[in-house]
């Protein structure tokens, strides 16, 4: 049984869009399929909308805005409890070809393959791929996209990928976690890709699976909202990944890769997006501060038992 997993926030219009999609899409007959809505405290209806439009999906909702990780681990623990094989991670922003669900299915039947990912596009200019899989730097941990001009036509390894379209094996979530809820949004899905590969799970990129991705609707793009939780979120990330010289070398890096953000950022007219990265880098450190004060720092993926809250 597959189980798509939708997280919503104030995105009424976009997440009915998405769910349009998610139902168009074709697949194997004698494979059950379930739609799973996670709303994140929204405001705008939504929540009536979708029970109206689609009366066979999932809702389940939350009181506040907890972020994505936190949000779609709800989603994910509902899905396993009810006996899902796969979860398929849908950005409510996103809308895919009828055929891209089958494709990853089809590269699906390699049993090391854990997560599986389209080639995803700009919504706004189908044209061009949005960067979402690659391979990255073991040093600097510098991701680097390869769905823009894949290496092969056929199903390739990848060692990242985002959660925006993504197909996620039952026995990856067994095996390493859930996303790590520490980050709230943002390095959460480059977290879990280090975890996977560590597990010995391939990641698997499909080019000739589509999907379309309206970018950043929630906190748009270079807006300082996006740049303070980028900023907050990288701190936790590279803590997390890096010990004794390795980290000074990340901590080197990082400040040339801030000097760089800074000098763009003003270049571009934003000042306030680069500044609004610093006090994120700052918010981050005193996270992370926080959490080794209080214990809470140990864990590298929610564990919890698989159980189903209430829809």
């Known amino acids: 049984m597959i189980a798509a997993v939708v997280l919503n926030w104030n995105r009424r219009d976009d997440t009915l869009a998405c769910l349009a999609s998610l139902e168009g899409q074709a697949g194997p007959d004698a494979v059950d399929r379930r739609v799973i809505l996670v709303d994140n405290g929204s405001s705008d209806g939504t929540v009536d909308a979708v029970r109206a439009a689609f009366p066979a999906v999932e809702v389940i909702t939350l009181p506040e805005n907890r972020g ?33 669900l089958g494709r990853l299915l089809a590269a699906a039947q390699d049993p090391t393959a854990g997560l599986i990912t389209p080639t995803i596009y700009y919504y706004d200019d189908p044209s061009v791929v949005w ?23 056929h199903p390739y390894d990848v060692e990242w990928t985002t959660g925006c379209w993504l197909l996620v094996r039952r026995a990856v979530w067994e ?4 996303f790590d809820e520490r980050f709230g949004v943002y390095f959460e899905d480059h977290d879990l890709c280090l975890r996977v590969r560590a597990a010995g799970w391939r990641i698997l990129h499909v080019p000739g699976a589509t999907a379309r991705h309206r970018v950043a609707q929630s906190t748009g793009t270079g807006t300082p909202q996006q740049m303070y939780l980028l900023g907050r979120s990288s701190v936790k990330y590279y803590l997390k990944h890096t010990h004794g010289a390795h980290r000074a070398l990340i901590a080197a890096y990082r400040l040339a890769s801030l000097a760089r953000t800074l000098a763009t950022t003003v270049a571009q007219g934003r000042p306030a997006s680069g500044w609004a990265y610093v006090r994120g880098l700052g918010a981050g450190v005193r996270d992370v501060w926080q959490a080794r004060r209080t214990g809470d720092g140990r864990s590298g993926a929610d564990r919890r038992p698989v159980q189903s809250p209430t829809a």
Do not use: C, M, Q
């Open 68 to 100: 994505y990780a936190a949000g779609v681990n709800v989603g994910i623990r509902h899905a396993l409890a009810g006996g899902a094989d796969w979860t398929l991670l849908v950005n409510n922003d996103t809308d895919a070809e009828p055929d891209t």
């Open 131 to 153: 960067p979402s899989a690659g391979w990255r730097r073991k040093l600097t941990l510098a991701a680097f996209d390869t769905t823009a001009r894949p290496p092969s036509r």
């Open 175 to 178: 095996s390493v976690g859930l």
